[in-house]
């Protein structure tokens, strides 16, 4: 099956700096990718949704200048969540779709911000 | 109208029992119905879906359920294994966005 790896896996942040995740599809081109958040015993949340080479739509509520995401490849994107604050710990999925229905899951990425 | 509910919350199944977890949408836009398993951890992982074409789909031990008039769809878990523990989520979809709406999950826990 596809295969989508998200880098890292953990990190940890002081509160205030920046923390960039990537999403690559590693055996195909991800026309459209997806950010998703998720809160412990929660479900996922959509955050954006980016196409290659277009601007991301942020759902609502989302803050587009925190959660910068850009998609400038066909196998990468990146979440740079700016200023982090311990309130943006999380753990953050992303997945990538080739163009059909079908979206493949990042293995996630557990940030916390001390 | 984007909601999809699931349930049960959690489920405790003896292990070679059925486990059947069960979703309800409003949006009759909604074409693409996958059910995913995720582990502590981890990110999810598709095991079977659907579309609103046919009532049912069996791939091994996982068989989606499809109740078109009702709006509900279930899964079925044949053989419940200890392997099978983990949280599943149902989700649906339009093809004119392809954005997936999860359902809340249902922690799954099979005793050996």
């Known amino acids: 099956g596809a295969v989508v790896s998200q880098h890292p896996s953990r990190v940890i942040c002081k509160s205030g700096t920046s923390v960039k995740i990537e999403c690559r599809s590693l055996?195909?081109?991800?026309?459209?990718m997806f950010w998703y958040r998720q809160f412990p015993k929660q479900s996922l949340m959509l955050m954006a949704t980016?196409?290659?080479?277009?601007?991301?739509?942020?759902e609502q509520g989302v803050e587009k200048d925190k959660f910068l995401i850009n998609h400038a490849s066909l196998t990468l994107s990146t979440l740079t969540v700016t200023s982090a604050h311990p309130e943006d710990s999380s753990f953050y999925i992303c997945?990538?779709?080739?163009?059909?229905?079908?979206?493949?899951f990042g293995q996630g990425t557990r940030l916390t911000v001390v | 109208q984007q909601q999809v509910k699931q349930s049960p919350q959690s489920l405790i199944v003896q292990k070679g029992g059925i486990s059947i977890i069960n979703c309800a949408y409003e949006?009759?836009?909604?074409?693409?119905f996958p059910w995913y398993q995720q582990f502590p951890g981890k990110g999810p992982a598709l095991l079977i879906a659907?579309?609103?074409?046919?009532s049912e789909k069996k791939e091994g031990r996982f068989t989606i359920s499809f109740n078109k008039s009702a709006k509900q769809f279930s899964l079925h878990i044949m053989d419940s294994q200890p392997g099978d523990s983990a949280t599943y989520f149902c989700?649906?979809?339009?093809?004119?966005?392809?954005?997936?709406?999860f359902g809340t999950g249902t922690l799954l826990a099979v005793q050996p």
């Open positions: 997945s990538a779709s080739a163009g059909g229905t079908e979206a493949f």
């Open positions: 055996d195909f081109q991800a026309t459209t």
């Open positions: 980016s196409n290659e080479g277009s601007k991301a739509t942020y």
């Open positions: 949006n009759t836009a909604f074409d693409y």
């Open positions: 659907i579309r609103p074409d046919v």
């Open positions: 989700a649906a979809s339009m093809h004119a966005t392809n954005k997936l709406i």
